[in-house]
């Protein structure tokens, strides 16, 4: 190892696992004896804000002055009453306990030695005893003090496993951290908005602006509890004055005496139904009911006093504010709507030609005297043409959503030091959270060397190490270009013949130069845009065996699509898309290589091996089909060139259900044993080692996953006769919120200052009982890298943790399209691209659970690359 805090991948396996900077030679719970008294179990909790590769952990300090069990109750209710919450200091840095003295929840009868005595309870002859029964809300919290010391065992006791009451105890605390939060903040699915810091809101114009959003999820790790958080940046309506965001939206709604129209009053009416308000007529919030008239054709029952300053916006009256009246229950006469504000508020209503904003059922508001209340996410009005950012509000919304590592880093701090003020309020200040982020040590894994053939002699062969992720393809050849003979080009486009001619011209140059074998094209066919169909068929009428089609398109939007669907499930064509201008060399949709690793995967290359990738896409309709690919290596050893296959089954449901079954006739059929079959015919071998990555799947899916997805792998081999490989199940996650920020200077990548590519990570925030880690393959373009977790279910190879990371690593340098590595394990990567493909596939039919077959002479090639 290198003395850096990120730590370079070295050969020898005897370091297999990194370090870290935390006691790691024995068990924590043997020291809690020191700070809770030896009668107690205790549970680990710290509290991470992202994670820092090196030395960086966020951790929660919280040392208790004072028992805070008798202010649980504010938190969840009175289920939590009389947990004692303790923390740990010293060594194990961050650490806090959770411990219980409660006793467990069974009948208290046999307790009675507690009560009488032994001798007293084993005497024989009948004796009166009075026996205190307990409450059902004493019941209750020894039910919960049995959750957290099961949380506490689990977490210290490498035996046990996560049972169902473990995951409720977990529950319960994610509720707690959940409801500190919604006291101060808007919450927005599980992000939350409105921090007051200036440095976390930037000015959009309209009443918009960018707003930075805190995600906070507690987490069970090999060093105890941990609260990860992140980033979040959305559209957010800026706090101010109903009126004047209205006429940012549209005209000047305030210029006095000019009533809205219809129309102007349906837009505004459709603009903000829906947003929350505060109601700055009233004082500070007090017991009793609403303090706004009660409206029933017009006629307003007598108002009470207010109970809270904010509301949720129902729509608007029809007639305008100054026009509103009703009666008052005591003496039946009739009152103004703006005299009674005059009178009850001291306000004066200015603005008669509005209409009122409608609060409730017949509970309307003068809207010159609402506040939009912060934190609110304008994102669910972008879809209506009229309300959409402008294209420099878009401009501007991307460029600050684009947050460099250091940025990300400092605004993480900011948000948890906020936040950690709000939750003092509520606790009564009886916990300290530290604001310092997580240290944790890391390796580098090295990055394969690939092979190319020499520019100016084509029987030399060359190699490349890549630089932080990336190389090109300057004065080098293609290992294995593709042949190409018969093909054509189809012009779209605006286009004139002869600039067409040339491009093509310059398309076969560069193929040619990366070692490509393709013959000059003699004519270009130009076609207008509205008879695309027409088109492909004529020129797959006219044109017998064509290898390639290549089509100028003057953009991307809507033709793609249909160009996919007809080549690929009806012509059998391999075609590619390209705006003019644009060359896209693409020698694997026809069965070429644009290079391959220099030495062969070193984990595989003992036993032929079949690696698959999976991926569920789902629709954004509930009455719609999921679509299910699975792509999977089809030669050994390179471990370069993959087949895909996809199918429709039930929407929303996230279990592959095509990876085996019998057909009608008894037939074994599925995906996986399809994909078997043609290992097998192309190698002529059959594989004994399968590896699954499957992406997609949540935490709370993984049983099922591994039960249902295994057993028809298990069952797809098990139909090729004397065919048993061993299997590794592999999960693969992007959507989580844990960022690797580098500690040291020197040990970024220069251009973004992320972490460098190949960074890993498998100690301290990973499982404490399950292997997973987190890799870092690619360097980032801009803002700052997500990590991808990877997480072992089954492992029947008995791969060590550093041959499965470097093997993962080392995939990620194979994916065709760039001259870089990429984030995701290249067979997910494909997956992910062959189940966006089918899309187009069904665009117009996907209620039904149908999906066109892609033709033979296309399924064999990688056309969804």
């Known amino acids: 190892m290198k003395k850096s805090e990120v730590k370079r991948f070295e050969e020898e396996k005897h370091k297999e696992k990194t370090t870290t900077n935390q006691r790691s030679n024995e068990d924590p719970s043997s020291h809690l004896e020191d700070f809770v008294g030896a009668d107690l179990a205790g549970v680990n909790i710290q509290t991470v804000v992202g994670d820092h590769v090196g030395k960086e952990k966020t951790t929660t300090n919280q040392r208790l002055n004072e028992d805070p069990s008798s202010h649980l109750e504010d938190f969840v209710g009175a289920d939590l009453a009389g947990v004692n919450i303790q923390t740990v200091g010293g060594d194990h840095v961050g650490k806090e306990k959770t411990t219980t003295n409660q006793r467990l929840n069974e009948d208290p009868s046999s307790h009675l030695e507690d009560f009488v005595g032994a001798d007293l309870a084993e005497r024989s002859e009948e004796t009166e005893v009075e026996v205190k029964q307990r409450s059902e809300e004493e019941k209750r919290m020894d039910s919960t003090n049995t959750g957290l010391s099961e949380l506490a065992t689990f977490i210290n006791n490498s035996g046990h496993e996560e049972n169902h009451t473990v995951k409720k105890t977990l529950r319960m605390l994610r509720n707690l951290l959940k409801k500190t939060a919604r006291e101060s903040y808007s919450l927005s699915g599980k992000y939350f908005f409105g921090f007051p810091s200036n440095e976390l809101h930037i000015n959009l114009g309209t009443g918009i602006q960018l707003s930075r959003g805190l995600f906070r999820s507690l987490r069970v790790t090999q060093d105890g509890l941990y609260l990860n958080a992140d980033v979040m940046t959305k559209c957010c309506h800026q706090p101010i004055h109903l009126t004047q965001f209205i006429s940012n939206q549209f005209v000047n709604i305030c210029v006095p005496a000019k009533a809205l129209t219809y129309q102007e009053r349906s837009k505004v009416e459709k603009l903000i139904t829906g947003l929350e308000i505060e109601l700055t007529y009233l004082p500070a919030a007090s017991a009793g009911s609403w303090g706004v008239p009660k409206h029933r054709d017009y006629n307003l029952s007598k108002p009470g006093l207010p109970a809270a300053k904010k509301a949720v916006i129902k729509g608007l009256s029809f007639d305008p504010i100054g026009l509103l009246t009703f009666k008052l229950a005591k003496r039946g006469s009739e009152v103004r709507f703006v005299d009674f504000f005059r009178k009850q508020y001291k306000r004066k209503v200015t603005y008669l030609h509005l209409p009122a904003i409608q609060i409730g059922a017949g509970e309307y508001v003068p809207m010159e005297f609402c506040r939009i209340a912060s934190g609110q996410p304008y994102t669910q009005r972008l879809s209506e043409q009229a309300f959409r950012l402008s294209r420099e509000q878009a401009k501007n919304f991307r460029s600050a959503s684009v947050i460099t590592p250091g940025r990300r880093e400092s605004m993480i701090q900011t948000m948890i030091r906020i936040d950690k003020e709000q939750a003092l309020k509520l606790v009564n200040k009886k916990i300290s959270v530290s604001d310092d982020l997580t240290s944790i040590e890391a390796r580098v894994l090295p990055p394969p060397t690939l092979k190319f053939l020499n520019f100016y002699n084509i029987s030399e062969e060359i190699t490349v190490t890549p630089n932080e992720g990336k190389w090109n393809m300057f004065k080098k050849k293609m290992i294995n270009g593709a042949s190409v003979t018969r093909w054509t080009c189809v012009n779209f486009s605006t286009l004139s013949p002869i600039s067409a001619t040339k491009f093509c011209q310059e398309l076969t140059k560069m193929c040619r130069d990366l070692g490509m074998h393709i013959q000059h094209i003699t004519q270009i066919i130009s076609y207008d845009p509205e008879k695309i169909e027409d088109a492909l068929r004529e020129i797959h009428k006219k044109t017998a065996d064509l290898q390639l089609l290549i089509v100028i398109l003057p953009d991307m939007t809507g033709s793609y699509g249909k160009i996919k669907k007809i080549c690929e499930t009806e012509l059998g064509i391999v075609s590619q898309c390209i705006r003019p201008g644009t060359i896209l060399e693409r020698p694997h ?193 801009m803002g700052t890298n997500r990590s991808t977790h990877y997480h072992v279910l089954l492992d029947e190879n008995k791969f060590s943790a550093d041959d499965l990371q470097r093997l993962t690593n080392d995939l990620c340098y194979t994916f065709a399209k760039t001259t870089n590595s990429v984030s995701l394990v290249t067979p997910v990567f494909y997956a992910h691209l062959a189940a966006f493909r089918a899309r187009y596939y069904v665009e117009d039919e996907m209620s039904a659970v149908h999906l066109p077959t892609v033709k033979d002479e296309v399924k064999e090639k990688m056309y969804f690359c």
């Open 589 to 781: 949709l026809l069965g070429g290589k644009n290079y391959v690793l220099d030495k062969h995967i070193s984990m595989v290359q003992d036993t032929p091996t079949i690696i698959f990738g999976a991926d569920v896409t789902h629709p954004t309709k509930a009455e719609q089909s999921s679509l299910a690919a699975v792509v999977a290596s089809m030669d050994w050893p390179e471990i370069s060139t993959y087949r895909a296959l996809v199918s429709a089954q039930t929407g929303r449901r996230e279990i592959i259900e095509d990876l085996y079954k019998l057909d009608g006739q008894g037939e074994h059929t599925g995906m996986i044993r399809d994909h078997l079959l043609a290992f097998i015919r192309k190698t002529n071998q059959r594989p004994g080692r399968l590896i699954f990555f499957r992406d997609g799947v949540g935490e709370t899916q993984f049983g099922d996953v591994l039960r249902f997805e295994l057993q028809a792998i298990r069952k797809a081999c098990s139909s090729i006769e004397d065919f048993r490989p061993k299997i590794t199940f592999v999960l693969v996650q992007k959507r989580h919120h844990t960022r690797l920020f580098p500690a040291q200077a020197d040990k970024k990548d220069a251009a973004t200052g992320n972490v460098l590519p190949g960074t890993v990570v498998d100690t301290v925030i990973c499982h404490p009982r399950q292997f997973d880690f987190f890799l870092n393959s690619h360097a980032g373009v």
